[in-house]
């Protein structure tokens, strides 16, 4: 899993590309952790992700809500839409 991390403005985006799992996991949220800003995960190039991306990714949101902040998830490809809905995610999380 690649990801790249650029600022606009107050606004961190957060591109990941590969597959979200319990090997990359850990990387996104070491990635993530120390923002405490909103921050814009672009998912556009994110193949796949298991139960352990979807914990970093619901942690980040509790995080960053507790400060004030938000995590938005844009682009995101049909197959992991699937795995947020089915989940109920899709209904916690901001998503355009």
Not at 34 to 45: P, Q, S
Not at 87 to 92: D, P
């Amino acid at each position: 899993m690649n990801i790249t991390i650029s600022t606009s403005d107050n606004l961190r985006i957060a591109a990941v590309e590969g597959r979200l799992d319990t090997n990359t996991a850990p990387e996104l949220e070491g990635a993530l952790n120390n923002i405490t800003a909103d921050i814009l995960l672009e998912c556009t190039a994110l193949e796949y992700v298991s139960s352990a991306g979807l914990r970093v990714i619901l942690a980040t949101h509790k995080r960053l809500t507790a400060v004030g902040h938000s995590l938005t998830l844009r682009g995101i490809r049909p197959e992991v839409r699937s795995v947020l809905d089915m989940t109920g995610f899709s209904r916690i999380l901001n998503i355009e």
